[in-house]
């Protein structure tokens, strides 16, 4: 088995696999231009045999031994649930840790199935807790279902179960405490996550907030017990006394954990993203190689070499500021950099 391991000796065993560009709604973080219920082409993403072969070759030929299923919305995608049946059979001799991140619009109905293929931790996304704000973000859909889906895959055992909450000035940073209580009398993990920055924003005025400015917040009402955490683990976990849920802070852009990552990222097109950064024409397309005569191991040892152009870490805070737009107008004053 070859060593996955770049050039700053850092060991990769976990994978993000993208199933779909598409969401099945407006999405006020990503794109505010997208339309609802978008949908590609799905015959430019990778197929599902494709993706089983990729997978394949990342657990036997690379040491994988976790993989996360994003989206756009996977669960979005046609037959997705008959995929992870098939997934589920190659999982029955691997035992690859499995999960989901998904917005839990779709997700309902689907747990027991998810669970029953081996789908063992879900991620829900989740950026406002009040029904008139969720509502300009899903018009179709109602805050309850997802509220609803959350209580399900507890009572359901999904462990762990986490809610990705993305803190925007201007948005919901008025909600961070509705989100501390939420997570009172349940078991899962809250986690605030900072704001990306991204280029070609048309976002409008949502900006920046650190996770250390929210973990003051919090702090300042709620005492904050850390808790013992993996060196890979992104997030720094905390509980409050007598609440059986649980606190998470992930400080992507403020104080990145770059130095310890072990992630490896797929686009629903099949291009090979070294880190969350990267941009689409410096990404690698992986689609024509599983489609072509070399074997397995060739295309193993393909991605092996690519290892080696990952950097040290992203790009600092000054140099999104050199960016022609971006989602992060307050940056400046928020890290004191000087013009």
Not at 132 to 151: A, C, H, N, Q
Not at 248 to 277: D, K, P, Q, V
């Amino acid at each position: 088995m070859i060593q996955l391991k770049d050039r700053f000796d850092r060991q990769h065993n976990s994978l993000r696999m993208s199933l779909s560009e598409d969401n099945n709604y407006y999405c006020v973080y990503y794109n505010s231009s997208m339309s609802l219920k978008s949908k590609s082409d799905e015959s430019e993403f990778l197929s599902f045999d494709n993706i089983l072969k990729l997978i394949h070759i990342f657990v036997s030929e690379l040491g994988i031994n976790e993989i996360k299923f994003t989206g756009g919305e996977p669960l979005y995608r046609l037959d997705v649930l008959t995929f992870f049946k098939k997934l589920s059979e190659y999982n029955k001799e691997n035992k690859i840790s499995l999960g989901l991140t998904t917005n839990g619009i779709l997700l309902y109905d689907k747990i027991e199935l998810l669970q029953n293929y081996g789908i063992n931790s879900i991620n829900i996304n989740l950026n406002t807790l009040k029904k008139e704000k969720f509502k300009k973000i899903y018009p179709d859909t109602d805050l309850e279902v997802v509220l609803k889906s959350i209580d399900k895959a507890g009572k359901s055992g999904v462990n762990p179960l986490k809610i990705n909450c993305t803190v925007m000035k201007g948005f919901n940073e008025d909600e961070i405490f509705d989100f501390v209580e939420f997570g009172k009398n349940r078991n899962i993990n809250i986690r605030f996550i900072e704001f990306l920055p991204y280029t070609d924003d048309s976002r409008g005025s949502y900006s920046y907030i650190s996770v250390e400015q929210i973990y003051k917040k919090i702090n300042n009402v709620y005492p904050l017990v850390k808790m013992k955490s993996d060196m890979l683990d992104v997030a720094k976990n905390y509980q409050i006394k007598d609440f059986l849920g649980t606190l998470g802070f992930i400080s992507s852009t403020s104080n990145h954990f770059c130095s310890s990552c072990n992630r490896l990222r797929i686009t629903a097109e099949g291009n090979l993203l070294m880190c969350l950064f990267s941009t689409i024409n410096k990404d690698v397309k992986l689609k024509n190689l599983l489609n072509s005569e070399k074997s397995d191991k060739e295309i193993a040892n393909f991605i092996s070499d690519l290892l080696f152009t990952k950097n040290l870490h992203h790009p600092d805070v000054e140099k999104y500021l050199l960016l022609n737009r971006n989602n992060v107008p307050n940056f400046k004053n928020e890290f004191k950099i000087k013009n």
